[in-house]
Structures are given as C-alpha cells and as structure tokens.
C-alpha cells in the first residue's frame, strides 16, 4: 500500500496540537511523537503557510490555524445541503421522472453532491464529485442570474463562452439576455446547449454566507419536450425554494439554540 509519511507525519502533529489544553514548541512536538525537530520543523512551517497552524510569534507555540475550521465549516456545510435537499430531490424525480442533481459552485466549476437518478431505462446520470463548467448550459444561466448584471459580465468576460456543441450560446449579448430571462423566471434552460441530444433546467439554492449552489434536472430531449419544459421548470424552480426555506428555517433554529 502506498504511503505518504511527511502526510502522515503532517496529520499526527494537528492531532497532538488540537488535542492538547496547552499550546506546543517544535521540541514538544518532537518529543512527543518521536520526529526529529527538523522535521517537525520542516512540516510545522509548511502547515502555517497554508493557514492549518499558526505560531506566536512571542512565544512560538502552536494553535490550529483559521484554514483547518473553514474546511471543517465547508464539509459540514455539505453534509447539511445534502441530507436537507434529498427528500425534496427524489420527490422532484418522481414528479418529473427525470435525473436530479445537486452541486456546489467551486470556482469556476460546479461540483456535483448528490444525484437521484431517473427510475427510466435510458436516463442521464454522472459520477458524484464531477465538475461541470460554471457557464454550461442551465447552470450557468441560472448561477449568474442569482447575481448582479455587472458581476456576471465580469464572471462571462473573464471565463469566456465556450462552444460545447452547435447549439451553445457563444455571443455574450444573446447569453446576457438569457441570464435576464432566468433572472425573472427563476430558472435557467439548456436546449441542448452543453451535451448534444440533452435537456436541462436548473434553479439556484439561496444559502446567505456559504458556497452557491444549486438543483437541476438532465434528461434526454425526447423525453423533455418543449411541451413538458414549462412544467419541469416550475417544479425545479419549486424544489430549489424548498430547500432554501428549510435551510433557513434550521439556520433560525440554530441561531435560537
């Protein structure tokens, strides 16, 4: 099996120093675990680069840095997106019978969470931790449409529109006029836009604070017609408003607690 020893090595050291009352010198930390101080020295300085430790300059001891409890804050914080926006999901592919997913925006990329697959033979489905292009198809639409028309300029601008297939939108003023359009209906259309022969509509979820995120529905074009999209879109549009009342209402009842 392979093994990462410095990684290793590296995790042993935020363990000692997030389970001691007292802060710890690189000789503390060497002599408790048993590594060379300049190791100890070589891992701890790395760490406090990236924010997991930071050292008082006083008395150079160690305390676990503010980077350690923002990841903790972000995987929490999906945890609590996907076991809320489950039920709401799989009540969505029952009414739609079409494949739900759930993503997160991480950069310029949407990571997708959580997937309820269609109960259909031939049905649209992806490896959960795929990224998908922040500006492709109904996602795009949909994110931007959730800001303000200067930032999401900016964000077309600096990221560009890129051709997945003839039917993307490529001209910034045509796909601007579409992000107004799923700003007022409160969700964005993919017309096979980003894969060839698919359709999609995705809603954004409103969480004040945290990642943007969003719910959205993939489907092949027969079987999301042009006379079924409207009512698709509607109930996506709803399933995204739920999960966005719930998670405020647990976020109050925390705030009581």
């Known amino acids: 099996m392979y093994q990462a020893?410095?990684?290793?090595?590296?995790?042993?050291?935020?363990?000692?120093?997030?389970?001691?009352?007292?802060?710890?010198?690189?000789?503390?930390?060497?002599?408790?675990?048993?590594?060379?101080?300049?190791?100890?020295?070589?891992?701890?300085?790395?760490?406090e680069e990236a924010g997991a430790l930071y050292r008082d300059k006083g008395s150079k001891r160690y305390t676990l840095g503010t980077a350690l409890f923002e990841l903790a804050r972000a995987g929490y914080a999906r945890i609590d997106l996907k076991d809320t926006a489950r039920p709401i999901m799989e009540k969505l592919m029952r009414l739609t019978r079409q494949s739900v997913f759930l993503g997160i925006r991480s950069g310029n990329h949407v990571s997708i969470i959580d997937i309820v697959e269609s109960t259909q033979d031939l049905k649209i489905t992806s490896p959960i931790g795929t990224r998908v292009p922040l500006l492709a198809g109904a996602l795009g639409k949909a994110f931007l449409a959730s800001m303000d028309e200067k930032r999401a300029m900016s964000l077309v601008d600096s990221i560009g529109l890129r051709s997945f297939t003839s039917n993307s939108i490529t001209d910034s003023i045509r796909y601007m006029k579409m992000v107004k359009e799923a700003r007022d209906s409160g969700y964005g259309l993919d017309d096979e836009e980003y894969i060839q022969g698919v359709r999609a509509v995705a809603s954004v979820i409103r969480r004040p604070g945290r990642p943007m995120s969003a719910v959205w529905i993939v489907g092949f074009t027969p079987s999301m017609g042009k006379d079924r999209m409207t009512n698709i879109a509607m109930e996506t549009k709803r399933a995204a408003e739920e999960i966005t009342k719930k998670i405020a209402l647990q976020s109050f009842d925390g705030q009581k607690l």
């Open 5 to 47: 020893p410095t990684v290793k090595k590296a995790f042993q050291i935020l363990e000692l120093i997030a389970g001691e009352d007292k802060h710890l010198t690189i000789s503390d930390l060497s002599r408790e675990l048993g590594i060379s101080k300049s190791t100890v020295h070589g891992i701890t300085r790395a760490l």
